[in-house]
């Protein structure tokens, strides 16, 4: 224990005011055990209070995510109720509302008489259902026609209902793969509220600065009325809808091979069964489902951190895919939206997880093959990636005669490309269907790889045979990554002005020739914090800090030619003596 710090007695004041008025039992109760234990001057009690009454949790174009928990700067139903009366206020400023007794759409009404419509999805993390609930209590008792997903559902299907039932808004409430503690507000602009490219995407500047001044503007939480009714809940043929339209993605036509066998796990998310649906529902019989991590759960009790991306997410998976023989592992993030992809490498005979780069490679070429038998000219549309990303699909978009951009780092840039027919980010992001879903989709891009896993099966190949092909005619194109997480924010900002004021010259003895100040723009990208450079040999280093976590991310990318499949392994070995090289450059110009 220790004495109470000065402004104790203010800020506790400030946590029973808002204990007093929140609607929420459980997250006020919480509040007054945690004051009752800061005053007792335990130092976690007081921390956690600060941090909690600290700041106010910020609405961006990531829309909202943080720990659940009472007070400003957490995910709780006051902060949730807020941002729905904002973001109704801003689709009644962006839309209007309806003219007097001009009616609903289904009763005939034009479009331009109609009011604001808006769809609201969720997860299965703990109160997703309770915020999309009371988000479609306010905006209904706002003016605004809503619709309220049957149940826990993937981001894809709700990203899918914004488009297809015409509307202006969607929120998804999900936390994506955060830690179990966390939960998020994700939020989407479609019909009249957006322009063309954003119509059915994720908000971006300056449209998140607008609804956050909206959400500041709202007054006690008491006065923003709730409808007791008046929503409708969706049936369940919106996620059947979905499914038929994903499914029908497949061309057994082009690529009739189904012989593979899946193991697929949706790491305690809610993306199991439809993913398990499309896949068969498209031809592949064999699939395995991971059984311990086949239902939603909160608690994510399998894994240390529901991300793909991290170490030990994929174990389960890969010991049922040795215990079966598998071809193919595919693993969605909780919510559905990203896609993991593992497979036996030739090499080594070890199961080894893909990079996002090179998965987005992969189904990059994969649709090539399929946009040759379906479509020509300007009609085939235009590839993205982001800045972060591999240079390799840009190589391959060119080698077939297809547009290609690089955007910023997230699907909210990606998606807003027009004329876009395939985007990813090597996040484990992909939007093999922008028609259907303007956003990544985990469920859509699981189908594409097993329908080219399989066709390369059937001839006698791997994934990573087709990576070979793709490596041997464009080039070896290595990535990594190097993150530096901090305690201190302002540590970033340091590190940041330590690259400018004293920049690298080369990196693995290649000088730079190319250095580009991200944060100043171009005709290409909009500002953002961040530092690129490539060397002579083209080697390329991006340096930003995260937008969601206390970490600096170092992007590197290291290209080897190759003139011969005979000289692939010897290039490969080449590219990562290189790329060590260049990421201890990297250390040493950050002074780590």
């Known amino acids: 224990m220790s004495s109470l710090p000065e402004g104790f007695e203010g800020l506790s004041a400030t946590a029973r005011a808002w204990a007093d008025a929140d609607p929420d039992p459980e997250t006020a109760e919480q509040l007054r055990s945690l004051l009752a234990q800061a005053g007792e001057g335990h130092a976690a009690a007081l ?6 009454f600290g700041g106010t949790l910020q609405f961006g174009t990531a829309g909202l995510r943080a720990a659940l928990g009472p007070g400003p700067n957490r995910m709780n139903r006051v902060v949730v109720r ?5 973001l109704a206020a801003f689709l009644a400023q962006r839309v209007g509302v309806p003219a007097q007794g001009a009616g609903k759409p289904d009763d005939g009404a034009p479009a331009h008489a109609r009011g604001p419509r808006a769809v609201v999805g969720f997860d299965a993390r703990k109160n997703s259902d309770v915020f999309a609930l009371e988000t479609a209590a306010i905006f209904t008792a706002a003016g605004i026609e809503t619709f309220l997903m049957p149940a826990p559902l993937p981001t894809p299907v709700l990203a899918y209902a914004l488009r297809a039932l015409g509307c202006d808004a969607g929120v998804m409430v999900t936390a994506s793969h955060n830690p179990p503690q966390d939960n998020g507000y994700k939020v989407y602009l479609g019909g009249r509220a957006v322009d063309d490219d954003g119509r059915g995407a994720q908000i971006v500047s300056p449209v998140d600065g607008e609804i956050a001044a909206l959400i500041d503007a709202v007054g006690p939480i008491a006065g923003v009325p709730l409808a007791e009714s008046g929503w409708t809940v969706l049936s369940p043929s919106v996620a059947a809808d979905y499914r038929s339209a994903v499914v029908g993605l497949a061309r057994p036509d082009l690529f009739p091979a189904r012989d593979l066998r899946i193991v697929l796990t949706p790491l305690h998310g809610v993306g199991g069964s439809t993913a398990l649906d499309v896949l068969r529902e498209a031809g592949f019989g064999n699939v395995t489902l991971v059984t311990a991590q086949a239902e939603p759960d909160p608690e ?22 040795r215990d079966i023989g598998a071809d193919v592992v595919l693993a969605n993030d909780p919510d559905a939206d990203r896609c993991a992809v593992a497979a036996p490498d030739p090499e080594t005979g070890e199961w080894r997880m893909l990079r996002g780069d090179e998965v987005g490679a992969l189904l990059g070429a994969h649709i ?5 038998e379906t479509a020509s000219g300007d009609s085939r549309g235009v590839f993205a990636n982001s800045i972060v ?5 840009g190589e391959i978009a060119q080698a077939a005669g297809i547009g290609h951009r690089e955007t910023l780092t997230g699907f909210k840039w990606i998606s807003r490309v027009p004329g876009l027919v395939y985007g990813y980010e090597e996040a484990l992001g992909y939007c093999v269907a922008p028609n259907l879903v303007k956003d990544k989709d985990g469920i859509s891009a699981g189908l594409l790889v097993a329908e080219l896993a399989a066709d390369a099966k059937a001839h006698g190949e791997s994934l990573f045979d087709r990576l070979d092909a793709l490596h041997v005619r464009h080039g070896v194109h290595l990535t990594d990554q190097l993150s530096v997480r901090v305690a201190d924010l302002g540590l970033l900002d340091a590190m940041m002005v330590r690259l400018r004021q004293d920049p690298p010259a080369g990196f693995a003895d290649s000088p730079v020739e190319t250095a580009v100040d991200l944060s100043l723009g171009s005709d290409d990208l909009p500002p953002t914090e961040g530092l690129l450079w490539i060397t002579r040999d083209e080697t390329r280093v991006i340096v930003r800090p995260s937008g969601t976590e206390p970490k600096l991310k170092c992007y590197l990318e290291v290209i080897r030619p190759v003139d011969s499949s005979a000289e692939l392994a010897a290039e490969r070995q080449a590219a990562r003596q290189t790329m060590d090289a260049a990421l201890e450059d990297v250390r040493e110009a950050l002074g780590l």
């Open 47 to 52: 921390q956690e209070l600060a941090d909690a």
């Open 389 to 393: 990303s591999s240079r390799l699909l």
């Open 368 to 372: 090539v093959r399929r946009l040759e």
């Open 300 to 321: 994510f009790p399998t894994v240390a951190f529901p991300n793909p991306e991290e170490p030990g997410a994929l174990d389960l998976a890969l010991e049922a895919a």
């Open 82 to 86: 807020r941002a729905a009366a904002g």
